[in-house]
Nanobody
Framework: HVQLVESGGGLVQPGGSLTLSCAAS????????MPWIRQAPGTVLEWVST????????YSADSVKARFTVFRDNAKNTVSLRMNSLKSEDTAVYYC????????WGQGTQVTVS
């Protein structure tokens, strides 16, 4: 079955960095675009970034474009999100999902910037 497991979240000070990872299994990872989405407390879901199936094309929300980088390793079935210059407003639960339709989600990893 399809499974996504996020890791790498934690508590970081403003201006700091974190790298989130998402380990995928149960599907042909290299054929899927992979998005990251986040949800801050009391707010709606917000799309963060997406990477194309073979990696060269990435897309990010304006709020993170200059600070976050999405990358993947198709040999290891992982997609990662490097987050630099973190701000308090980046505090959220971060999820990876499968495909442009975001059909399957991981359980999420908490990022707290404080």
């Amino acid at each position: 079955h399809v499974q996504l497991v996020e890791s790498g979240g934690g508590l970081v000070q403003p201006g700091g960095s974190l790298t989130l990872s998402c380990a995928a299994s149960g599907f042909t990872f290299s054929t899927y675009y992979m998005p990251w989405i986040r949800q801050a407390p009391g707010t709606v879901l917000e799309w963060v970034s997406t990477i194309s199936n073979d990696g060269p094309n990435t897309y990010s929300a304006d709020s993170v474009k200059a600070r976050f980088t999405v990358f993947r390793d198709n040999a290891k079935n992982t997609v990662s999100l490097r987050m630099n210059s973190l701000k308090s407003e980046d505090t959220a639960v971060y999820y990876c999902a499968t495909g442009t339709d975001m059909a399957t989600w991981g359980q999420g990893t908490q990022v707290t910037v404080s």
